[in-house]
Each structure stands twice: as structure tokens, then as C-alpha cells.
């Protein structure tokens, strides 16, 4: 058996330079392969076979991909574990991976309590599919063992020594085993167990598998005592308040005066109850009306605890989470640096012992660097990019550590699309034609036209809101359709004709307008076919595959989604929107604990509530029951869960669960749950939707706001520097400056960075009457360097 020991990479704070890895092999002398580096010797050691050279490549190679994909270089280096490792991290492995771990999560939905019904609610509802004993255990049973191999390939591929340091992976096995256990338990009782441990564990196969979660929640992990502080002055604040006003408005001898007190301040668990609800404004005025009726002055009591928790406290607390995160989103992001560092590092380090070189020279072979980006998986124009930067060391063949390292460079920079060139014609008719589908007016006039289509059916739309499907008429809706659809059809063609199929399909609002045009004309032409020729009289009730009614309005749908093709064309409106999407993009870890925070508190939720409400016999209702017949028979207090008919938001199934969490998430109406499950089960059913707030819409929805900032000031910092560059780059192309160019250049430069390092360097600049002569090029890179 072949035993490698790690390649531990190290940073030196003063020189940077890569620490030591080192390889012990155990059997016959053509399977052992053994490197050592060592920066103090100056030294490169190989011990090996004719092969050497190959292996170097790909443990250069390995380290490059590790780079890219800011993973951690500690794992095996010998051939077959890096064949086994390029094998498990290929897009195969890991979207398997991805699509197992989806899947275990899934059958929260399929398992009893079972979400498969058309409503949740308990009036309607019909009894939901319920899988048979064995089918969801099979399925997890086998996720279950994908996980076990997943497990023994990443213990396998780092080490003994390095799977004990990992807490995430320790706790892998606890989880996997735990499961096993628990599955075994299930199947042993015929599926009619009470509780199934094993749901709640779950989530964690989402947050071990992916890095970005991780250090988000480690994030969120240091975050946590400075939001508890301010959540400790919260608690302090609502008992304070909540003693004021049992004083306030305690009972007295008057019936008509006690109606704060009855309502609101009876107990102290209502009392805190009906703080803890305005505090999230959720019963604001109702809370104070009946004091408020008897005496102005009542209202300062309840504006003073709106001002203090509402408006100071919990902005306070927003403020705070975007500090504290804002700091530790940075450090992480400076981790995945150095990981990058170290992989460019480390790949360069193994090259140069390529064919026994000495690793005093401290180069690498051009040949080699190129055989190495031949053989990484990336994305094509980076490889390109790097290649041609590497290029430009080909009259000298070699390259040092530093150029070594620029070449990657590439990696962070933003990949600049650039659209075919528009075709030739050698007709001047269509020549001429070419350059008027091609200007930007048409699109203005497509714009223009898709606004009066969208106005269009808004008119009808109106107009048809007070009548019945069998009422309305069609026939001028359809001709009116026809006739924009048409002209999106020849405004697609001609800039096909203007920019050829490449240039028409190299832009992505292309793309969207000419993917709805040709969905519409096909439902058009199915309407058309459907029913025939359009006439006056035509029934909108009429059936074929679909109605002619339901046809018609998704035609109207697509119309007005395809109005977004605007948003491009405004400036504002699209920098907007790039933001949104950037955000999405960003926003994966966040959304993936949020969603495990959902499925742990469904899972307890579910355990919990199961069935604790129920419809009283005499409100099941029929299909053709109304409200008012529902309320004459059975009576029920205004504002209460029963009377605003929220029995579908329960805990009866997984998938009620979840949209009953959402609600209490945007806290309307949130104290009609909490005040239903705590009479119907117990007053300590108050904990779980407090702590489900607190964790939601205190902890969650501040962290989404910070996040949002933090994109937002992220996006307009790049956008400024790119700027920057821009200008740069155009003075960079004179050979000498003048005054007032240098001087406009740092004012450019104070205004877009913000930077007090760029308004003493101007201030520097005029104290040394440095304008009465001319500028270099050389001074000008000194300044703007210091600057950056």
C-alpha cells in the first residue's frame, strides 16, 4: 500500500514564499515518488523514474485548478490520487453530488406527513398520496451511501492528519452514522415511527458541501455578540415597558375603563406578548385604541416604545450586522486569496524541479507552462487570456516567480464581450438598408411600439374587469395582438438581416425578445388554428386544448413580460438591474442557510404542531359556502386566526409548514399564529414563533440589507475604478502632460475613489509647483500608482 504524505503550503508574512511538501512511498521503487522543497536549502530533490516530468505537470496542474476554484492544497500529490481527485471534483462528480443531496432534501415533501395534495387547507383537502413503507427509505438509503463514498474519497484525499483538524468532516460522520442508525430504527418499526431524527440532520449535507456557506455562517458565527447585545437592550427595553404599562393600565372598579387592561395588559405574558407584536408594528393602533379613546395622553406611552425599539434599536441593530459582517465578508474573501496565492505558488514550485532543475534559478520552461494550461479545466477565454500573456515570454523561453505569477492575473479581471462583425453586402440597397436596421432608433421604435401594446391590453383590461368570460369579446383584442406581433416578427428578421445570426444572437436582449416573439406567433397561429378565422362572435369559453380565454391571456402575459426588453435601454434602469443580478449571484450561500433555517424550523414545527388545529364541524365547508354563511353559524372573535380563515397556514404538512414560516417572516398578522397555536396547544408554543422571528426577520432580513449595501457600494467602487482605468489609459498614450490634464487627472481621481491619500498628493503636487513644468509618463505612473 502507497502512503503520500500532504503538500503543506505555507505563507511567509515577509517573503511570500511557499513552505514544504514532501512524499514517503512504501513498496517497489517505480511506484514511489518523493519531492521536497526547501527555500532555506535552495534545493530541488527529485527521487523517481523517467515518468517524473508528467507527474509535475499534473500536480502543476491540480494546483492551478485548485487556485481557480480558491480550494485548500493540502491533499495528496502522487498520480493515482490526483487522477482520483481531478475525477471527483469534475462537473460529473459534483453536480451528482449536488443532485443526491437535493434529493435527500426533497423527501421532506413525499414523506407522511405528505405534501402531495392540491390545498392545505384542512376544509378542502382531500387525504394527500401517501408513499408505501420502504420507497422513500430506499431512495435515502441510497443517498445515504453516496454520501458514505463521498466521505471516504475526501478523508482518502487529505489525509489522515488533516480529516481529524476538520470539524466539518468529523461532524459528516456523526451525521452519516446517526442516519444510518435512525434509518434502521425506522425500517425495524415499519415506518410508524413518531418522530424521524434524521429530518432534522439534513440540512447539513447542504452546508458541508459547499465553502461559500461556510464562511458565510462562520460570518454570521461573528456577528452573533454584537447582535446579542443589542438584543439584550431590546429584552430590556420591552420589560421596562411591559411593567409601565401593567401600572398604567391595570384593573379598576370602572368596566368601560378596563378594556386595555382585558385586551392587552391582563398578564404579564400578554402584556409582553402585545409589546413584543408592536414592536414589529403588526397590531399598531389596535393596541392602543381602547386607551387612546379615553385619554390623549395615553399615546405617549405606546410612541415612545414605537420611537426607542422600532425606529432607534432595531435600525441600530441593521447598522451593526452590516459593520460587523461587512468586516468578516472581506476576510474571507482575503482567505480566498491567499488560497489562490498558494496554488499559483505551489505550481510554480513543482515546475521547476520539472527535469531535476535547480530551484535556486527560480524559472520555469514556457513549453511547460503552456503543456500545464493545455491540460487545466477552465473556462476557454481565461485560458486564452493566460496563454497569450504567457506568450510574450517566448523570445526568452522562461519565466521568473513574479511573471510567473502576473499571468493569473487574468483570472480576476472581467471577461469583455465582443460581437461579430456585421456581414457584408455588396448590394448599395442593401447596404443602405443594413445601416438603418442596425441603428439604435429601431430599437427605440421597438420600445415604443411594446409600450403601446402593453397600453393596449391595459385599456381592455379595464374595460372587461366587471364582465364574465362569456361576455367578452375577443375578436378586438386578438386582431389588435395579431397585428404588434407581426411587427415584432419584422423587427426581428431585419436586425437578424442587419446584424446576421451571430451579431443577433451575441446580445442577450435578443436573445429574450426573439425567444417571446417566436413563442407568440406559435400560440397565434395555434389560436388561429384552433378556432378559425377570428369573427366578431367568437365564445371565449369555447374549449380546444385550452380555452380560448386562457389562450388569449397567456398571450397577453408573454406580451407584457416581453416589455422588460427596455430595461437595458435606460441607463439607470439597467445599472439597476445588473446590481439585482449580481446579487442573485452572491446571494447563493446566504439563500442556501436560509433555506436549511427553514427546514430545521419545519422539521421542529411539524413535530410540534401536527394537526393541533382543526375546523370546528359546523365550518366544513362546501364548495358553494360563503364567508357570511360560514360566520352566522359559528362565532368568532374579529382579528383571531379562525376569523380571518388562515387555516391553510399550518403545520398539518412540510410544504404548509414552510409558507406558514414565510408569513410569520414578514410579520403581518403574525400574532394571529402565534396567538391560535398557543391556545389550541400551549403558551410555551409563544418560544417557537418569537425565536422563528427573531431568527428571520431580525437576524435574516437585516443580513439581506446588509448584503444588498454591500453589493451596491461594491458595484459603484467598480464602476468608478473602471473609470479611472479608462481615463488612464488614454492619458497614458501621451508622452507628455501638460498642467492642466494632470491637475483635471487627480481631480478626477479624488472625486471617483474618494481617496484623502489622493487629495495630499494633489495638495503635495501644487506646494511643489510641480505644474510649471512638463510631466513624464514615468511621473505620472509614480503618482497614479500611490494614488491606487
Known amino acids: 500500500m502507497e502512503t503520500d504524505s500532504l503538500l503543506i503550503g505555507s505563507v511567509n508574512g515577509a517573503s511570500g514564499d511557499y513552505g514544504s511538501g514532501s512524499g514517503t512511498g512504501r513498496g517497489g521503487a517505480s511506484a514511489s515518488r518523493r519531492m521536497s522543497y526547501s527555500v532555506a536549502r535552495e534545493s530541488c530533490s527529485v527521487e523517481g523514474g523517467s515518468d517524473d516530468e508528467d507527474l509535475y505537470i499534473q500536480q502543476a496542474v491540480v494546483f492551478i485548478e485548485d487556485a481557480i476554484q480558491y480550494r485548500s492544497i493540502n491533499h495528496r500529490v502522487d498520480a493515482s490520487s490526483l487522477r482520483m481527485y481531478r475525477w471527483y471534483y469534475s462537473r460529473i462528480c459534483q453536480w451528482g453530488l449536488g443532485l443526491t443531496i437535493?434529493?435527500?432534501?426533497?423527501?421532506?415533501?413525499?414523506?407522511?406527513p405528505s405534501s402531495l395534495s392540491i390545498s392545505s387547507d384542512p376544509r378542502f383537502r382531500s387525504p394527500p398520496w401517501e408513499p408505501p413503507c420502504g420507497l422513500t427509505e430506499s431512495i435515502e438509503m441510497v443517498c445515504l451511501i453516496i454520501f458514505s463514498f463521498d466521505l471516504a474519497v475526501k478523508s482518502y484525499l487529505i489525509g489522515w492528519e488533516e480529516f481529524r483538524k476538520s470539524k466539518w468532516l468529523v461532524g459528516y460522520t456523526v451525521i452519516i452514522s446517526f442516519s444510518i442508525i435512525d434509518?434502521?430504527?425506522?425500517?425495524?418499526?415499519?415506518?410508524?415511527?413518531?418522530?424521524?431524527?434524521?429530518?432534522?440532520?439534513?440540512?447539513?449535507?447542504?452546508?458541508?458541501?459547499?465553502?461559500?456557506?461556510?464562511?458565510?455562517l462562520k460570518c454570521i458565527k461573528r456577528t452573533l455578540p454584537e447582535i446579542a447585545s443589542v438584543i439584550l437592550l431590546l429584552a430590556l427595553h420591552l420589560c421596562l415597558f411591559t411593567m409601565i404599562g401593567m401600572l398604567l393600565f391595570a384593573k379598576t372598579e370602572d368596566p368601560k375603563k378596563n378594556e386595555e387592561w382585558r385586551l392587552h395588559f391582563r398578564t404579564m405574558p400578554d402584556s409582553l406578548t402585545s409589546l413584543l407584536v408592536l414592536l414589529t408594528t403588526a397590531n399598531n393602533p389596535d393596541v392602543m385604541i381602547p386607551a387612546y379613546s379615553l385619554h390623549r395622553a395615553y399615546s405617549i406611552f405606546f410612541v415612545a416604545f414605537s420611537v426607542i425599539g422600532t425606529y432607534c434599536l432595531m435600525n441600530l441593530l441593521t447598522a451593526i450586522i452590516y459593520n460587523q459582517f461587512r468586516g468578516y465578508l472581506l476576510m474571507s474573501v482575503q482567505t480566498s486569496i491567499i488560497r489562490?496565492?498558494?496554488?499559483?505558488?505551489?505550481?510554480?514550485?513543482?515546475?521547476?524541479?520539472?527535469?531535476?532543475?535547480?530551484?535556486?534559478?527560480?524559472?520555469?520552461?514556457?513549453?511547460?507552462?503552456?503543456?500545464?494550461?493545455?491540460?487545466?479545466?477552465?473556462?476557454?477565454?481565461?485560458?486564452?487570456a493566460i496563454t497569450t500573456e504567457a506568450q510574450q515570454y517566448a523570445d526568452v523561453g522562461y519565466m521568473d516567480r513574479e511573471q510567473f505569477r502576473k499571468i493569473f492575473d487574468?483570472?480576476?479581471?472581467?471577461?469583455?464581450?465582443?460581437?461579430?462583425?456585421?456581414?457584408?453586402?455588396?448590394?448599395?440597397?442593401?447596404?443602405?438598408?443594413?445601416?438603418?436596421?442596425?441603428?439604435?432608433?429601431?430599437?427605440?421604435?421597438?420600445?415604443?411600439?411594446?409600450?403601446?401594446?402593453?397600453?393596449?391590453?391595459?385599456?381592455?383590461?379595464?374595460?372587461?374587469?366587471?364582465?364574465?368570460?362569456?361576455?367578452?369579446?375577443?375578436?378586438i383584442m386578438e386582431i389588435i395582438n395579431l397585428c404588434f406581433i407581426l411587427y415584432y416578427l419584422f423587427e426581428m428578421c431585419v436586425k437578424i438581416f442587419a446584424f446576421g445570426w451571430r451579431g443577433y444572437l451575441s446580445y442577450r436582449n435578443n436573445i429574450f425578445d426573439g425567444f417571446l416573439t417566436i413563442l407568440l406567433l406559435v400560440l397565434q397561429i395555434t389560436i388561429y388554428v384552433t378556432y378559425r378565422l377570428p369573427y366578431s362572435h367568437w365564445d371565449p369559453s369555447s374549449h380546444g386544448v385550452m380555452s380560448l380565454w386562457e389562450m388569449v391571456r397567456l398571450v397577453n402575459m408573454l406580451i407584457v413580460f416581453r416589455f422588460l426588453r427596455i430595461i437595458p435601454d435606460i441607463k439607470l434602469m439597467a445599472l439597476v438591474a445588473s446590481t439585482l443580478l449580481d446579487l442573485l449571484k452572491n446571494l447563493r450561500a446566504f439563500a442556501g442557510i436560509l433555506v436549511v433555517v427553514y427546514y430545521v424550523y419545519a422539521v421542529f414545527g411539524i413535530w410540534l404542531f401536527e394537526g393541533a388545529i382543526k375546523p370546528p364541524p359546523e365550518i366544513s365547508v362546501l364548495s358553494n359556502t360563503t364567508m357570511e354563511n360560514i360566520t352566522s353559524n359559528f362565532s368568532m372573535e374579529c382579528g383571531t386566526y379562525e376569523q380571518l380563515g388562515y387555516w391553510p397556514n399550518n403545520f398539518d404538512d412540510f410544504a404548509a409548514a414552510i409558507?406558514?414560516?414565510?408569513?410569520?417572516?414578514?410579520?403581518?398578522?403574525?400574532?394571529?399564529?402565534?396567538?391560535?397555536?398557543?391556545?389550541?396547544?400551549?403558551?410555551?408554543?409563544?418560544?417557537?414563533?418569537?425565536?422563528?422571528?427573531?431568527?428571520?426577520?431580525?437576524?435574516?432580513?437585516?443580513?439581506?440589507?446588509?448584503?444588498?449595501?454591500?453589493?451596491?457600494?461594491?458595484?459603484?467602487?467598480?464602476?468608478?475604478?473602471?473609470?479611472?482605468?479608462?481615463?488612464?489609459?488614454?492619458?497614458?498614450?501621451?508622452?507628455?502632460?501638460?498642467?492642466?490634464?494632470?491637475?483635471?487627472?487627480?481631480?478626477?481621481?479624488?472625486?471617483?475613489?474618494?481617496?484623502p491619500r489622493s487629495a495630499r498628493l494633489l495638495h503635495c503636487a501644487l506646494a511643489k509647483n510641480w505644474w510649471t513644468t512638463a510631466w513624464t509618463k514615468d511621473d505620472l505612473i509614480c503618482v497614479f500608482e500611490a494614488t491606487l
Open 659 to 755: 409558507i406558514l414560516l414565510y408569513d410569520v417572516m414578514i410579520v403581518n398578522n403574525w400574532q394571529a399564529f402565534m396567538d391560535a397555536y398557543s391556545r389550541y396547544t400551549t403558551e410555551w408554543a409563544k418560544i417557537y414563533f418569537v425565536s422563528w422571528w427573531l431568527t428571520s426577520s431580525v437576524m435574516w432580513v437585516n443580513l439581506f440589507v446588509a448584503l444588498i449595501l454591500e453589493e451596491r457600494v461594491r458595484e459603484c467602487e467598480r464602476r468608478s475604478m473602471n473609470k479611472t482605468k479608462c481615463y488612464w489609459q488614454k492619458l497614458h498614450q501621451r508622452r507628455e502632460f501638460d498642467c492642466r490634464i494632470i491637475y483635471a487627472f487627480l481631480c478626477y481621481l479624488c472625486k471617483c475613489l474618494y481617496s
Open 102 to 112: 437535493a434529493m435527500v432534501l426533497l423527501l421532506a415533501f413525499v414523506e407522511r
Open 183 to 216: 434509518w434502521v430504527l425506522s425500517v425495524s418499526m415499519v415506518c410508524d415511527e413518531k418522530l424521524r431524527i434524521r429530518r432534522l440532520l439534513r440540512p447539513f449535507f447542504l452546508l458541508q458541501n459547499s465553502s461559500l456557506m461556510k464562511k458565510t
Open 340 to 384: 489562490r496565492r498558494l496554488g499559483i505558488r505551489a505550481a510554480f514550485q513543482v515546475l521547476t524541479c520539472q527535469a531535476a532543475q535547480q530551484a535556486a534559478e527560480e524559472h520555469v520552461l514556457l513549453d511547460s507552462v503552456l503543456r500545464v494550461m493545455s491540460r487545466v479545466q477552465m473556462k476557454s477565454y481565461y485560458r486564452a
Open 410 to 475: 487574468e483570472l480576476d479581471k472581467d471577461r469583455i464581450k465582443e460581437h461579430p462583425p456585421l456581414p457584408q453586402y455588396n448590394s448599395p440597397v442593401l447596404q443602405r438598408l443594413q445601416v438603418v436596421f442596425s441603428h439604435y432608433y429601431l430599437t427605440i421604435l421597438g420600445n415604443a411600439v411594446a409600450l403601446a401594446n402593453v397600453m393596449c391590453i391595459c385599456t381592455i383590461l379595464v374595460l372587461n374587469s366587471e364582465k364574465s368570460i362569456a361576455e367578452r369579446d375577443n375578436y
